[in-house]
Every structure is written in C-alpha cells, then in structure tokens.
C-alpha cells in the first residue's frame, strides 16, 4: 500500500527544499559508510585517479545506479510498495548490498516519519525514497536524477577518502556526470520492471570479493 507523506501537498519550489533535505550528505542514513564494493576495486587498483570515472559510467549505465534509478521511478508510481520492496531486496546480488540498500532505506524512512508524524514502514532505500517523492509536483525525471546524483557523489566522496584524488577534481568529475545522470532519469522514468537488471559483473564481484577484506574503511 502507498504511504502518504505531507510532500503531497507542497508547491514545486517547497518540494525542490524537501528533495534537497533529503538528499543531503546531512540526512542521517549513513551513507558514507557504503562504497558498493569500490573499495575493493581502489584496494586491487583496479579503480584508479585515472579510472573512477569509467566505473562511475558503468555503475550508472549497466549497474546499481541503473537498477536503483529503475526502482526509484517503479516507487514513484507503485500502489503496492511492499512487492516492490520485496523485488528490490530480491536485485541484491550480495549480503553487503542488501545490508546497504536496506539499513539506509530503514533509516530514511525512519527519518521521514519524524518529520511528518506518520508512519513510514521499512524498505530499501530507492523504494522508501520514491514512495515519500511519489506525491512531489515534481517531474520525475528530476527527482530520479536528483537521486542519481546523491548516490554518485557518496561514491566519488568515498574515493576522495581512498585515493589520492582531491576533493575538486572529484566535483569535476561528478559536473562531467551530470549529462549522463539525466539521460538515464529520462530512460528510467518510462522503465518498467522488465527494465530492472544490470550487467556490471566486474562491481558485483568487487561487491562479493569486498565481503572476506581484512582491512576496510567502508561497509561494502
């Protein structure tokens, strides 16, 4: 069943705010503490200063950044977020991305019951984001993209912690991104569950192989 929201009710300019808030490095989900199996990959060197941004492409073309801007455009227009919840957890190829996606969806939603007073069951993250958006007077190729950059710039955050890359060269870096974020919200916002899958085995097996790491910064 869909979860009402007070987002349902304000004018565009609010809505832009309330998507900005929850967005925002600020909004206690823990995010910085998630890499999706980067750290694996910077770890090994297969990620590098000089080759963050073609995985960055990849995530978002054929990876999780695809998968989960399908889920958040399906969330923004589901009547039944529980299967889809429960569809979404099922995309998860590794307990570490489960944990992720679910434990940062819990406390978003967690996070969205405080400020509205209404309560707001547990889900992944792109499922109990786009279900608190669903109601916005907002295009929904703008708020998929929105949450494309969000998750971009927690990756490229992680590496600026990990690499030798400087915080400016990682903006630069997301600035680049920025054409391709919103063609895949546009691609995204017309997708349907047939459209959930993605091809980026070299991240799911950084995902799997970041799992038995001895030392790590990052939760996944």
Do not use: K, Y
């Amino acid at each position: 069943m869909t979860t009402a929201t007070a987002t349902n009710t304000t004018t565009p300019e609010a809505a832009r705010l309330r998507l900005a808030q929850f967005l925002s490095p600020a909004f206690p989900v823990g995010g910085f503490a998630w890499s999706q199996g980067l750290e694996w990959g910077m770890d090994q060197g297969t990620v590098t200063r000089g080759t963050l941004s073609e995985w960055l492409a990849d995530w978002l073309d054929h990876g999780a950044g695809w998968t989960d801007a399908v889920l958040v455009a399906l969330s923004l227009r589901a009547a039944d977020h529980a299967a889809l919840d429960d569809l979404a957890r099922a995309a998860c190829l590794t307990s570490q991305r489960l944990a992720e996606t679910v434990e940062q969806g819990t406390a978003f939603a967690a996070n969205i019951a405080a400020l509205t007073g209404q309560p707001q069951p547990a889900a992944a993250l792109p499922v109990a984001f786009g279900r608190t958006c669903a109601g916005m007077p907002l295009p929904h190729p703008e708020i998929i993209a929105a949450f494309l950059q969000a998750q971009a710039a927690a990756l490229i955050s992680a590496a600026v912690r990990f690499l030798p890359l400087g915080p400016v060269e990682g903006q630069q870096m997301l600035a680049a991104l920025h054409p391709a974020v919103l063609s895949t919200a546009v691609r995204a916002a017309q997708a349907t569950e047939s459209d959930l899958a993605g091809t980026a085995w070299g991240a799911d097996i950084a995902a799997m192989r970041h799992e038995t790491m001895s030392v790590r910064i990052f939760r996944s």
